[in-house]
């Protein structure tokens, strides 16, 4: 059985930082990626980065260049997401997906397996 399993979310004040991790079992997503979404209330999930598990290649969405971090480790089969300088427009569920579409890792639609998300709540 293929899961993903987020953890780290929590609530926390603008400019702070939050960790997301993704715990994934019964799959490995050899040569794809693990991207992470969010989706903010009463907008569309939306790509938040991705890491590509063969070579560590990382994808970022503009609005989260230069303050988000996506990382994984291989022996734990887990994908993190560092979150620094956090703004209350990052507030979302943010959900982490697998296993993209090789050269459009940006495309939710290449993405199978989901986790149950995790909330991430910014004030200011």
């Known amino acids: 059985q293929v899961r993903l399993v987020e953890s780290g979310g929590g609530s926390v004040q603008a400019g702070g930082s939050l960790r997301l991790s993704c715990a994934v079992s019964g799959i490995t997503f050899s040569g794809r990626a693990t991207g992470w979404f969010r989706q903010a209330p009463g907008k569309d999930r939306e790509f938040v980065a991705a890491?590509?598990?063969?070579?560590?290649?990382?994808y970022y969405a503009d609005s989260v260049k230069g303050r988000f971090t996506i990382s994984r480790d291989d022996a734990k089969n887990t994908v993190y997401l560092q979150m620094n300088s956090l703004k209350p427009e990052d507030t979302a569920v943010y959900y982490c997906?697998?296993?993209?579409?090789?050269?459009?890792?940006?495309?939710?639609?290449?993405?199978?397996?989901w986790g149950q998300g995790t909330q991430v709540t910014v004030s200011s």
């Open positions: 890491v590509n598990w063969n070579d560590g290649s990382t």
């Open positions: 997906a697998g296993p993209g579409y090789s050269g459009r890792y940006s495309w939710e639609g290449g993405y199978y397996y």
